[in-house]
C-alpha cells in the first residue's frame, strides 16, 4: 500500500475553508482547529496545562522562537505523563543546557510543516486507507495511522496517541500525544 504524503498547502486550504459546520464541532470531542487561533504557537503551548513540562523543556532550551515566528507548524507534543514515565535522568538532562541538542531533535521529530487541523487529518486517513506521512522539519516524515478508531503518531507498536487535546494556534495546531514519536527504523 502505497502512503501519501500530505503537503503543506493542506494546512493552509483548512485554515482558508474554516469548516463552517457547527454539528460537526460539537460531535468531535476535540475542540476544532479548522480555525486559526488568537495566539501563536508558543502562547497556545504555554497556555496547555497538559503541556507544562514541553513548554519548560522548550523554554530553557531557548526555542520559543522558532514557534512565535512567521512559519506555520503543527506540533505533536508529548504530555506531561509521557515525560514523567522518562528513564531517570532524561527529563533532567533535556532542562539542562547540555540537553539543548537533544530538545532540538525531539522537536524536529515532533513537528509537522504547515497546520494541519484535526478535521483535515481525520479526513486525510480516511481517504488514505487510513495512513498518511506528513511533511516533518526533520530528514523522516512522520507516520499517522487510523487503528481501531485510535490515531497513532509515528511508526511501530509504541507509537504515541492523538489525546483529545488540540488547539489552534494563530501559525499552526498544537497536538497533545500520550508519548514520544518513536524514530524511524
Do not use: W
Not at 459546520?21 to 475542540?31: F, G, L, T, W
Not at 497556555?47 to 514557534?67: C, K, M, R, Y
Amino acid at each position: 500500500m502505497m502512503k501519501k504524503t500530505i503537503i503543506p498547502a493542506l494546512g493552509a486550504l483548512s485554515l482558508m475553508l474554516a469548516g463552517c459546520d457547527a454539528a460537526d464541532e460539537a460531535a468531535d470531542p476535540v475542540k476544532s482547529t479548522a480555525t486559526a487561533g488568537s495566539q501563536d504557537l508558543a502562547a497556545t503551548i504555554a497556555g496547555i496545562d497538559d503541556l507544562s513540562t514541553a513548554a519548560e523543556v522548550i523554554g530553557n532550551a531557548g526555542l520559543e522562537d522558532p514557534f512565535d515566528g512567521a512559519g506555520s507548524y503543527t506540533a505533536f507534543l508529548p504530555s506531561n505523563a509521557a515525560f514523567a514515565a522518562l528513564p531517570e535522568g532524561d527529563l533532567e538532562r533535556l532542562r539542562s543546557d547540555e540537553g539543548r541538542p537533544e530538545v532540538i531533535a525531539l522537536l524536529r521529530g515532533h513537528l509537522a510543516v504547515g497546520a494541519i487541523s484535526r478535521e483535515d487529518l481525520d479526513r486525510a486517513l480516511d481517504q488514505n486507507g487510513g495512513s498518511i506521512e506528513l511533511a516533518s522539519v526533520a530528514d523522516e516524515p512522520i507516520q499517522v495511522r487510523k487503528i481501531d478508531g485510535q490515531i497513532l503518531v509515528g511508526d511501530g507498536d509504541d507509537a504515541p496517541h492523538l489525546t483529545k487535546i488540540a488547539e489552534a494556534a494563530s501559525n499552526g495546531v498544537v497536538y497533545v500525544i500520550d508519548g514520544f514519536i518513536p524514530p524511524e527504523n
